[in-house]
């Protein structure tokens, strides 16, 4: 008779739900699909995880990066952690019975697993690639400050401005909302982002989820030497079929007014940050409200240029409808161009063929080129998640017509932390 294989501690992978923001980062880039959601809690399959830490690095809150002791016939069930509204308490094990002589071994995990459980930093070298974009900063990033406050401890900012930023004749309402901290310390980064809670509850009675958007402005304050920041929403009146429904956080922000007050948390976002050298330069693709982290930099590179603190040059490849569909057209314009080379790609200008991000890309080849050869050029993606692939094929093509190996151009990027993607 066989005898029965003896419980063991491990380390169970679980995601924090006081800190999860529902982005759905980890559950797209987990190769076995070991993670899943309810309209309550994102959660990881025990009998599924292999610990391969792929969805570690992309996670922008550090949800995903939790472990917990358990012994190995009492992991956390999935209808358990679908229940909660914070992590378990680390329990008090008891030492695991000595096995009897020839008792069956418990089935072990690849060594590289373990050793990503003892180390989350650990080099995975040869496990597959799941992003197209770098899991590091650029090596001179500042060093950001992260989740400072949670779903326990949200941070109260105060409306002090809420302006539309497309025409108001336009389907696409996109709206500029600042929110101040008052005495509330709330440092960030371009290219971070921060989630605000929706007020109500959902069908099941539960408090919204809080919903994450980019920082639309610099480090130091929408108005400089001011603890605010701004936000880029559009209002959500379909859905991805073209059905009608009304998005609960993005109409309740639109609506805002002068001095209303919101519930925030984060910072979030450790990898999508700009370079701190004053001769990088920045390749910047966006599309619709992804222009908000690109507002973001190209307004601390325009203060720093003020202050003659940067010489870097940047590029910005911008896609919408129409002209009147590009939240901060007028702004933009008014940019000198020996600052910023601009590209607008437009799918529906009247009498114009469609054009996309990525048909400009290759339109510009030779001096999109000209910047990759250049190690202090920076790459950043940002808008919806079909575009992603329209970009690599974009980025592949310069490359290749320029002789060069996208493989190998592609592999330096991402481990130089000289590309990165926030699509949604």
């Known amino acids: 008779m066989t005898a029965p294989i003896p419980s063991s501690i491990i380390k169970q992978h679980l995601i924090d739900p006081e800190i999860c923001i529902r982005c759905n980062t980890c559950e797209e880039t987990c190769p076995i699909d070991a993670i899943t959601h309810d309209s309550n809690n994102y959660v990881v399959n025990p009998e599924v995880c292999q610990s391969c830490m792929a969805c570690v690095p992309p996670c922008p809150t550090g949800a995903i990066d939790n472990w917990l002791k358990v012994l190995s016939d009492q992991t956390y069930s999935m209808d358990e952690q679908f229940g909660w509204m914070e992590l378990p308490a680390q329990q008090d094990l008891p030492e695991p019975a000595a096995e009897p002589a020839g008792a069956q071994q418990p089935v072990a995990a690849p060594a590289v697993a373990a050793e990503a459980q003892e180390d989350p930093n650990a080099d995975l070298d040869g496990l597959p690639s799941t992003s197209a974009g770098a899991s590091v900063p650029p090596w001179s990033a500042a060093h950001p400050y992260l989740n400072l406050y949670t779903h326990k401890n949200p941070v109260t900012a105060t409306v002090v401005g809420n302006y539309r930023v497309t025409d108001d004749d336009t389907e696409s309402d ?145 896609g919408a409808r129409t002209e009147r569909e590009l939240p901060y ?96």
């Open 174 to 318: 996109i709206h500029h909302i600042v929110l101040d901290f008052g005495e509330q310390p709330f440092p960030v980064l371009e290219g971070q982002s921060v989630a605000i809670f929706p007020p109500g509850t959902d069908a099941s009675g539960r408090p919204y989820h809080a919903r994450q958007y980019s920082i639309a402005s610099p480090r130091d304050g929408e108005r400089p030497r001011y603890n605010n920041l701004s936000l880029t929403v559009k209002r959500v009146t379909t859905d991805y079929d073209g059905k009608p429904t009304q998005g609960v956080c993005s109409n309740y922000l639109c609506d805002l007014k002068k001095n209303d007050t919101v519930k925030v948390i984060g910072p979030f976002g450790n990898t999508f940050l700009m370079p701190n050298q004053a001769d990088s330069n920045l390749i910047m693709i966006c599309t619709g409200t992804g222009s908000a982290p690109m507002r973001a930099m190209t307004e601390r590179c325009r203060r720093l240029t003020k202050e003659q603190n940067f010489k870097g040059r940047l590029m910005l490849f911008f």
């Open 329 to 424: 057209f007028g702004p933009l314009m008014n940019l000198a161009k020996e600052f910023i080379d601009i590209n607008l790609a437009l799918s529906r200008a009247p009498g114009q063929p469609k054009r996309y991000v990525q048909d400009l890309i290759r339109e510009r080849a030779t001096d999109v080129m000209g910047l990759l050869e250049d190690g202090k050029t920076c790459i950043y993606v940002c808008g919806l998640k079909g575009m992603e692939d329209g970009v690599i094929d974009a980025l592949q093509h310069v490359v290749s017509q320029a002789g060069g190996d996208w493989a190998e151009v592609h592999a330096q990027l991402k481990t130089q932390g000289r590309l990165h993607f926030e699509t949604y």
